[in-house]
């Protein structure tokens, strides 16, 4: 019966997600602006990238290296901040949180249901910008060679360590008011910076390198380049060669696993703070 009844409640979470996301006009419009926006995005990292470095075929692996890393980090912006933004909207915006809270659902549930749309856009949005790089951009990746299995399994870890800071972050929302929008960028750009992303980790200093490997989304973004761009050439850059990819993929699932149990942890303390200081249905007009 509470499994029927998570279903339901993610079913139809994730059905308002998505006409909250795109009802704001028409469906033509809305595709084509979800397929603009991730290459604009794209434009603006080549022309960094060839400010650095004068042409793709200069260095064709770290132009590879910085195009996955930025692209798939747009799951961490979207579907992180967007299930944070649940609890601000929901409480601020709309003005329907405390219905929500009383509701015979699982709210952590919702949460997820609701993040369901950022994530559905976001992989839209990937899927676009990989085929604008190997189009137009000369994105070498062999996606036919590529190691699916791999992929397939760091994506599900990977995003479900994003799902759970999500909800850890939710729960903070509940204690905030004016704030929570700056602690999740600035979380957000700590894991940009940390996470080799744009950059190996090798290019910060010890302390740097200590902070990103106690990241599981460092292994995350790893291992989706070695499963997209396999040949070892991904290995010999991104600070990581030293361990294989099984047993990055072992970090991986352990690292999440941590990260769950901690985001269970500050959801239900948070909760519990939230109920207690009457804050769960205090609406701040911010």
């Not at 299995?149 to 509940?174: D, E, P, Q, R, Y």
Request: with cysteine; charged share 10%; hydrophobic share 55%.
């Amino acid at each position: 019966m509470a499994v029927r009844s998570h279903l339901r409640t993610f079913r139809y979470a994730a059905w308002l997600g998505w006409q909250m996301e795109s009802n704001w006009t028409r469906p033509w419009l809305f595709l084509l602006y979800s397929i603009v926006r991730p290459i604009a995005a794209t434009l603006i990292l080549v022309v960094m990238f060839l400010v650095i470095k004068q042409g793709v075929a200069d260095d064709p692996v770290m132009f590879t290296y910085v195009f996955l890393g930025a692209t798939f980090f747009m799951y961490v912006a979207q579907v992180m901040m967007g299930a944070t933004q649940v609890i601000m909207e929901d409480r601020e915006h709309y003005q329907t949180l405390r219905q929500i809270y009383i509701a015979p659902i699982s709210l952590k549930v919702y949460i997820v249901g609701r993040a369901m749309s950022k994530l559905a856009l976001t992989s839209l949005s990937v899927v676009i910008s990989i085929a604008f790089g190997m189009l137009v951009l000369g994105l070498p990746l062999d996606l036919p060679g590529a190691d699916w299995s791999l992929f397939a399994a760091s994506m599900v870890l990977g995003l479900g360590c994003i799902l759970a800071i999500g909800i850890a972050l939710a729960g903070v929302t509940f204690l905030t008011a004016k704030h929570s929008t700056g602690i999740n960028e600035g979380i957000g750009g700590a894991f940009y910076l940390f996470c080799g992303t744009l950059f190996p980790l090798t290019v910060l200093p010890a302390w740097g390198q200590a902070i990103g490997m106690a990241i599981p989304l460092t292994y995350w973004l790893e291992l989706v380049r070695r499963s997209l761009y396999p040949g070892g050439e991904m290995e010999a850059i991104g600070g990581l060669g030293g361990f294989s990819s099984p047993t990055l993929l072992l970090f991986l699932a352990v690292s999440t696993v941590v990260f769950m149990g901690l985001s269970t942890l500050i959801y239900r303390y948070a909760d519990r703070k939230a109920r207690r200081a009457g804050k769960v249905d205090m609406t701040t007009s911010y």
